[in-house]
């Protein structure tokens, strides 16, 4: 069977499925905000499958999983809208005019975003852009990869008898730098800090917060490429991050905390490939009842 073909296959199942689940229309001059997920094209939801098969033009990201726009109908125009950290990339300006610009044509828009476009993105900013333009829009949620690529790492964001809080923040502002923010508290008030676009900073970042009272020797741990097929998990402590992080450039998580020693017994996909678990904890975590 011919691609064509097959992408015809699959565009006709996922009208089945939008169908099924009474799934809504995506009407002509709508700008769709939707997330892909942070890298396997498995995790995109029913919706955002549904929004790609059904836009005239899709607005995409740089961290877009290729395969998902094959999924695109014939004749939808694809433009890369990719912004990257430290290299040169498309305006924000110029994206959200753009948007404005392909609704008021009558088109159906696709603005298609890596992880969840509320989650350290710029989906807020695009948002309020299209209302102030009088566009109509539809927010789609996604996996952001904070929660989605740890799991595919086998590290939990929370565990009964290790955390109850989760601290998840950015470690580059819009002028690139590193936020200000109040160390000391996120020191102080959460078990599990996880850390987006912050390689660049990390070693500052480790600095700050042992401080503000985080143990050296706290364990930290760096997935890059979350949930894609070259997806590693560099597993560190928080003295030598800023060290380890300089190591890679490939888009990348960090995670600071006690739920990185889960790893050992959770590593699914290592264990797909053959690597033996170690599932037993530490004396203070509870059995499981």
């Not at 990257?84 to 975003?113: E, F, M, N, P, Y």
């Not at 170690?278 to 975590?285: D, G």
Request: a positive charge; aromatic letters at 4%; hydrophobic letters at 45%.
């Amino acid at each position: 069977m011919s691609q064509d073909l097959t992408n015809a296959a699959e565009r006709a199942a996922i009208q089945k499925l939008a169908s099924a689940l009474a799934l809504p229309a995506f009407d002509k001059g709508w700008v769709w905000l939707a997330g892909a997920g942070p890298g396997d094209p498995g995790l995109i939801t029913a919706l955002g499958l549904h929004a790609i098969a059904a836009a005239d033009v899709i607005v995409y990201d740089a961290l877009i999983n290729d395969t998902l726009l094959k999924l695109a109908r014939p004749g939808a125009e694809l433009v890369f809208a990719g912004k990257r950290a430290g290299k040169r990339s498309c305006k924000q300006s110029d994206i959200s005019r753009t948007l404005v610009s392909l609704a008021h044509k009558g088109q159906r828009v696709l603005r298609l975003k890596g992880g969840d476009p509320l989650v350290f993105g710029r989906g807020a900013e695009e948002a309020l852009f299209l209302a102030q333009a009088g566009v109509p829009f539809r927010i789609v949620p996604g996996v952001t990869a904070g929660i989605g690529g740890l799991a595919y790492a086998g590290i939990p964001v929370t565990h009964r008898d290790t955390n109850h809080v989760v601290t998840f923040l950015t470690g580059h502002g819009a002028d690139g730098k590193l936020p200000q923010l109040d160390w000391q508290s996120i020191a102080r008030g959460s078990a599990t800090l996880v850390l987006y676009m912050a390689r660049k900073h990390a070693g500052t970042i480790a600095e700050k917060l042992i401080a503000a009272g985080r143990s050296p020797s706290e364990p930290a741990a760096i997935v890059s490429n979350a949930s894609c097929a070259d997806q590693t998990v560099h597993i560190t402590i928080l003295s030598e991050l800023g060290a380890a992080a300089l190591q890679n450039s490939a888009p990348a998580i960090l995670v600071i905390g006690e739920n990185i020693t889960l790893h050992a017994g959770m590593d699914w996909l290592g264990a797909i490939h053959g690597k033996l678990l170690e599932p037993a904890l530490r004396e203070k975590l509870s059995d499981v009842s």
